[in-house]
């Protein structure tokens, strides 16, 4: 049976920008290529359709975003060569066993990280000679879902800069909430610029799609420390 198309979704918009990646033949290439062009797009405040009393809406819509929904449409794009292949693996990004139900949904992002190794569309980035911590976490965050235990590494906020020589253009970094509550509280993906590194990513605080100097948000925010998770 012919699944439903996602609300919010041009297929139009999709071939095109599809047809422009064809030179880039590397995850790492085609997700640079990717985040630049959405730079500039609006914030987007729950723009995902469904909770634990209303039913799932699958939504694919490349107008506006914030943090999560960013990563997964690059990502999903970055894999595709076809808009229905975009569509098949923004559905699986998203949700766990590629199932769209709120349930399922990969709500926090240690799950987000664990369900997208599993299928095999990134992999983490284990640190070289640096300093992990690991942190145990009851998530309760979100009514309608039952806590769930959370137990995953992550570099220190002191030792990130050792870190950062190991990353790479087209990394996607999640930064470890200080609450004890939560796992992750912003998302980005990297770019390298020689010694430098930048971050794009969907803003609330600015309004849209931005690129900034890690240094500048990692000196602006509290953090528990960075997971980096590398596409495949």
């Not at 990280?113 to 300093?131: D, K, L």
């Not at 039952?146 to 002191?158: H, L, N």
């Not at 939560?182 to 610029?193: A, E, P, Q, S, T």
Request: with cysteine; aromatic share 10%; hydrophobic share 35%.
């Amino acid at each position: 049976m012919k699944r439903a198309q996602p609300r919010g979704l041009s297929r139009r918009g999709v071939e095109e920008l599809l047809s422009k990646t064809k030179p880039y033949r590397t995850a790492g290439n085609r997700i640079e290529f990717l985040s630049r062009f959405f730079l500039g797009r609006p914030y987007t405040i729950n723009p995902l359709i469904g909770s634990f009393e209303n039913p799932e809406v699958f939504t694919a819509t490349l107008e506006g975003f914030d943090c999560v929904t960013y990563i997964e449409t690059i990502l999903a794009l970055s894999r595709a060569k076809r808009v229905d292949e975009f569509i098949e693996w923004l559905r699986k990004i998203r949700y766990e066993g590629g199932r769209v139900e709120w349930e399922r949904r990969n709500h926090y992002m240690t799950e987000w990280i664990r369900n997208n190794t599993r299928i095999g569309a990134v992999r983490r980035v284990s640190p070289r000679n640096t300093e992990t911590v690991v942190k145990s976490r009851i998530l309760n965050g979100l009514p309608g879902l039952p806590p769930v235990k959370a137990r995953f590494a992550s570099v220190p906020k002191p030792q990130v800069r050792k870190f950062m020589q190991q990353l790479q253009t087209g990394d996607l970094i999640f930064f470890a909430s200080t609450r004890k509550h939560h796992d992750v509280f912003h998302c980005g993906i990297l770019v390298r610029d020689a010694d430098r590194l930048l971050m794009r990513h969907a803003s609330r605080s600015k309004g849209g799609v931005v690129e900034q100097d890690l240094d500048e948000f990692m000196k602006a925010n509290r953090m528990a420390g960075i997971i980096v998770a590398r596409p495949q």
